[in-house]
């Protein structure tokens, strides 16, 4: 019986085609990602942003060109261990400190001088700072202890709501999934995934920045 072969052309069948090279069963990837078991075979055109992010973040030598576009080869090029190489490239993002869920990352950035920070590894460039997740309200997507690598957004121009964001403001720094408030344009909503906490009406006023979601790391990714 022929060896079975996936559509190069889409997403999906990169994917399935890198796993199948790799050997990696599908329930073990699924696992790995935080997904249903069944994941893979509901995908119909391509995958969401952050699940493409935690997916070169599990496999670095997987290119994301290529799983997202089929451009170049499969594998990223080889630079010994992945982690130097990325350090090398000086995809290094400071840490913020846990206090800074005292505080608020607009009063951190201004007094502290990020090269004396401890720093995290990116995989992808582009990022501002990455910040520890403390607590379980954005189970069960985000774990408490992960981290997340963040970009700061013109919430002026444009807000995509209905993403998770790190939200500075006044009272602290908070992640949330954010979305219109019906308190009017004032105001955000602050969402929880875990259901056991509700929603929380933000004053645009009291926000000193929104900050989207590029990717997440395990716990221990720290320099």
């Known amino acids: 019986m022929a060896s079975e072969k996936y559509d190069l052309n889409t997403v999906k069948g990169r994917l399935l085609t890198f796993l199948k090279e790799q050997r990696i069963p599908q329930t073990e990837f699924c696992r790995k990602l935080g997904v249903a078991p069944t994941y893979i075979g509901v995908i ?3 995958i969401p942003a952050e ?3 935690r997916i070169v973040t599990l496999y670095p030598e997987l290119s994301r ?5 089929g451009e170049g080869e499969m594998y990223a090029p080889k630079q010994g261990d992945p982690r130097k190489f990325l350090q090398e490239a000086g995809y290094l993002v400071p840490l913020l400190p846990v206090t800074a869920f005292a505080g608020n990352i607009t009063a951190w950035s201004q007094s502290v001088n990020a090269n004396d920070c401890e720093k995290v590894v990116s995989p992808v ?10 607590g379980d309200s954005m189970e069960p997507d985000f774990h408490d202890g992960s981290i997340v690598l963040i970009k700061r957004i013109d919430d002026k121009a444009f807000i995509p709501w209905g993403h998770p964001m790190i939200v500075d403001s006044s009272n602290g720094v908070f992640f949330k999934d954010v979305y219109p408030s019906e308190k009017g344009k004032k105001f955000i909503e602050a969402r929880s995934i875990n259901p056991k906490y509700p929603p929380l009406q933000i004053p645009q ?3 000193h920045g929104l900050y989207r979601v590029v990717t997440t790391l395990n716990p221990y990714s720290s320099y």
Do not use: E, P
Request: proline content about 0%; charged content about 30%; some cysteine.
């Open 44 to 46: 119909r055109k391509s």
């Open 51 to 53: 699940k493409i992010n």
């Open 65 to 69: 060109d290529w799983l997202l576009y």
């Open 125 to 134: 460039q582009g990022v501002d700072f990455a910040i520890r997740i403390s």
């Open 205 to 207: 006023d009291c926000i």
